[in-house]
């Protein structure tokens, strides 16, 4: 679970997977941004993850959300 209010700029660009890691759906993306509500990920760009700004992001619930730690 990823908490929104503790957010900040340093973190657009981090890895974060769907699901957690105990889910039984475990998609990566990196955040573009968030709202009060839901965190937008890129999930899909082709591979192409420094140029993943230029790709729509999905509205995630942060309660399905964790940080990825050590990803590249």
């Known amino acids: ?3 929104i209010k503790d957010l900040d700029e340093s ?3 981090k890895w974060v997977v769907y699901g957690g890691f ?3 759906f475990n998609e990566r993306g990196k955040i573009k941004s968030w709202n009060s509500s ?3 990920v890129v999930y899909k760009c082709d591979n192409n993850w420094n140029n ?3 790709y729509t992001a999905e509205a995630t619930d942060p309660d399905e959300l964790n940080f990825i730690r ?3």
């Open 1 to 3: 679970m990823i908490e």
């Open 38 to 40: 839901f965190i937008f």
């Open 22 to 24: 105990t889910g039984s």
């Open 11 to 13: 973190d657009i660009g």
């Open 52 to 54: 993943f700004q230029n």
């Open 70 to 72: 050590d990803a590249k």
